[in-house]
């Protein structure tokens, strides 16, 4: 054991490093690191099992900073440890993830010390926080992950997943609407291998909380049924560790820690004042506050010696030691379950087990056709199937979305059925997409479902899957109006326009089930970009293939479904989801007067987007400029495809409520509408 004066030494490092970062970049939050350096500290020096040499580790406890405006604790405490950087190849590369440097370039172009933690910028780093309350709604996927991976690959003797997920979240957290979704999610599955650290400090960024938020926390905490302990004392590392092993000894429910801190303790004249929150404390300040820490008050990035050492001796042997002894018994898991540890190394990875796409179905031509969100059912069960780590659920839609996995054995999960591949989020549509980033992050290739509409409320954890490069997949039923009556509450107009606009997320909407198929083939081989599926709610006629392009197309985000005889289209007409069957009445009408027409079905841009040149001006030739758009939804952004020349056949409004048919009529989405606008532009009426 460490004498106390070292402890002290190595929490004041992470106190002053922070101090100073912050004051250097003349922007950041001082104050929580300064209260909460104790506990970062015990958490990671004395209890968690994390390997500074390979912070990849499967079977690593996890670290989440949910109060991300805190990340100088993350990043003093990866520096202090020396934990390593990995490349997204998952190899070592041989330095250390935050040097010393990044620190004094906190919050600076390219450095590893950015001001908010981010996943797969920073090893280490386990999911990226900022948005208040996505961290703690991310680990509660890290931690039904757990469960799911212990149920399906450990064995007697075998105790190959049994890591725990720890999150520490301030005020702002509790606040969000996301983390009492995802609290109530938690105690309901019984997730006992997560502890949440709850640091109440009573301020936030206008002033103390009693302005704004005077609920009883832990009668809330107790009423979802969690385990909830309170430490006094934030300066009290015994105490959080004992808290912390009561944690570890807790079964059938997960841990609410709420820890009285004060924010930017040992600050004279900031402490417990939001001034500590958000900005520099000042040169003044901090000389005050080093003499406070009994630190030499000039000095800066100091870590005094025997720091390095400390954690070293600590989290560094002890975590070493864990790997080290998890790499043996997994060597001997190999040898005895060969098949098992295959899958294990495929899923970390991110690779697809082979035969994963094996009885994908192929859908005969057929006039009446099936709704998207009936061929993604039969998709869905067959990966499922296939990949024995791909899982996922609805937020209480799943008859609706037809994302429920009806094979024998898919199974529900549930606290008592960890095993199961059907997860049932509630009525928690943020929560849930939260937590199928947590999965994910874990390696499960995880779905979350609703209605289209509904992304909305999700919309924050999706931005973050694209942010932080994760294959997560939404799959999104009744994708325009085809639920017709519901009216424009639950029609989506401008959904896919946003969500086409998040940087790396590839949408698709699919026009036929082939598609369907073709699509979830796309979105199954990515290892990193999320992927969300608009699915129809209504019958689409499913296309002769040998007459049309086939649907392998869909991998291109764009191809020519159907042309003029002998090609050089003079009009094209653009349509996705269930408009691709009125761009090919449009079409036949058209060749039918002698007009050499192009459908061009474009399921995604995003993937069109990342096509050669060459390609896509083979599809969309610059030089036909009668071009006419069809998509039952915001017009916004098509300008892009049919340039200024062009026609946009979508909505300007919101819906209504009414019979589909009605509601095709009134707002123009005919065959006929489609067919006058191709000839108006070509000047023939
Ligand atoms: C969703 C969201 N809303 C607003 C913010 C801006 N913001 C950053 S920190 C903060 C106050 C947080 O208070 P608390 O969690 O108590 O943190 P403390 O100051 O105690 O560290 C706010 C409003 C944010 N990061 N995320
Ligand atoms: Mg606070």
Not at 419 to 424: D, F, I, M, R, S
Request: hydrophobic share 40%.
């Amino acid at each position: 054991m460490a004498d106390d004066k070292t402890i002290q030494l190595a929490i004041n490092t992470i106190r002053t490093l922070s101090m100073d970062a912050v004051q250097q970049a003349k922007s950041g939050h001082p104050g929580t690191p300064m209260a909460l350096a104790p506990l970062v500290y015990t958490i990671w020096n004395r209890v968690m099992r994390f390997d500074p040499q390979d912070p990849i580790w499967p079977n690593r406890d996890r670290f989440v900073l949910s109060n991300g405006h805190a990340s100088m604790l993350l990043w003093s405490v990866l520096h202090l440890t020396r934990t390593q950087a990995v490349d997204a190849d998952y190899e070592n590369l041989g330095h250390p993830s935050v040097s010393l440097d990044d620190i004094r370039h906190f919050r600076q172009l390219n450095s590893r010390a950015p001001g908010h933690p981010e996943y797969h910028w920073v090893s280490g780093v386990e999911t990226t926080t900022g948005p208040l309350g996505q961290g703690v709604a991310t680990s509660v996927g890290m931690g039904i992950a757990q469960k799911w991976l212990a149920n399906r690959y450990n064995r007697p003797g075998f105790e190959i997943f049994d890591y725990n997920v720890y999150a520490v979240c301030g005020d702002g957290c509790m606040m969000e609407g996301v983390a009492s979704e995802a609290a109530s999610l938690a105690a309901h599955l019984g997730l006992d291998n997560l502890c949440w650290v709850y640091d109440n400090n009573h301020i936030t960024i206008e002033g103390n909380t009693r302005i704004a938020f005077t609920e009883d926390i832990a009668a809330r905490f107790l009423g979802y049924g969690w385990n909830v302990l309170r430490v006094g004392d934030a300066n009290d590392i015994e105490r959080i560790e004992h808290a912390l092993e009561i944690f570890r000894k807790t079964q059938g429910r997960p841990t609410f820690i709420i820890l009285d801190s004060h924010i930017g303790y040992g600050a004279p004249h900031k402490q417990d004042t939001a001034a500590a929150h958000g900005e520099p404390l000042g040169d003044d300040e901090i000389r005050l506050s080093k003499r406070f820490y009994g630190w030499p008050e000039d000095a800066k990035f100091l870590v005094p010696d025997g720091v390095y050492e400390h954690f070293a001796a600590g989290i560094g042997a002890r975590g070493a030691k864990a790997r080290q002894q998890w790499t043996e018994l997994f060597a001997s898991y190999r040898a005895k379950f060969p098949e098992l540890a295959t899958e294990v190394d495929q899923m970390q990875r991110r690779e697809l087990p082979s035969g994963w796409d094996r009885n994908l179905p192929v859908f005969p031509a057929d006039p009446k056709g099936i709704a998207g969100r009936d061929a993604s059912a039969k998709v869905l069960n067959v990966l499922a199937q296939n990949v024995p780590w791909f899982l996922g659920g609805s937020a209480d839609l799943g008859p609706s979305n037809k994302t429920t996995l009806t094979y024998e054995g898919a199974g529900d999960f549930q606290a008592e059925n960890p095993g199961g591949k059907n997860l049932h989020f509630g009525i928690r549509e943020h929560a849930m997409a939260a937590t199928v980033n947590g999965m994910s992050l874990s390696k499960l290739r995880a779905f979350g479902a609703t209605f289209f509409i509904f992304s909305d409320y999700a919309r924050p954890a999706i931005r973050l899957s694209a942010l932080m490069e994760l294959p997560t997949i939404f799959v999104f039923t009744h994708d325009a109006m085809g639920d017709g009556e519901d009216g424009p509450t639950h029609q989506p107009v401008e959904q896919l326009a946003s969500l086409r606009a998040i940087p790396g997320l590839v949408t698709l909407r699919p026009g036929d089930a082939n598609e369907v198929v073709e699509a979830y083939r796309y979105v199954m081989q990515l290892r990193h970009e999320p992927a969300v599926l608009a699915l129809s709610r209504q019958p689409l006629p499913t296309l002769d293939r040998n007459k049309y392009a086939p649907a392998s197309g869909v991998a291109r985000g764009a191809y020519v479904l159907a042309d003029a005889p002998g090609g050089s289209p003079e009009v094209i007409i653009i349509a996705s989801g269930s408009e691709v069957i009125l761009a090919i009445q449009a079409h036949e009408q058209l060749l039918a007067e002698g007009i050499r027409s192009r459908v061009v079905s474009m399921p995604s841009w995003d993937i069109f987007e990342h096509q050669a040149q060459e390609y896509r001006d083979n599809v969309l030739p610059p030089k036909v400029t009668a071009r006419v758009a069809v998509e039952q939804a915001s017009t916004f952004g098509w300008e892009r495809y049919v340039g200024t020349m062009g026609r946009i056949i979508g909505m300007k409004t919101f819906g209504a409520s009414a019979p589909l048919k009605e509601l095709q009529r009134h707002f123009g989405f005919e065959p006929d509408h489609v067919a006058a606008a191709a000839k108006e532009l070509l000047g023939r009426k």
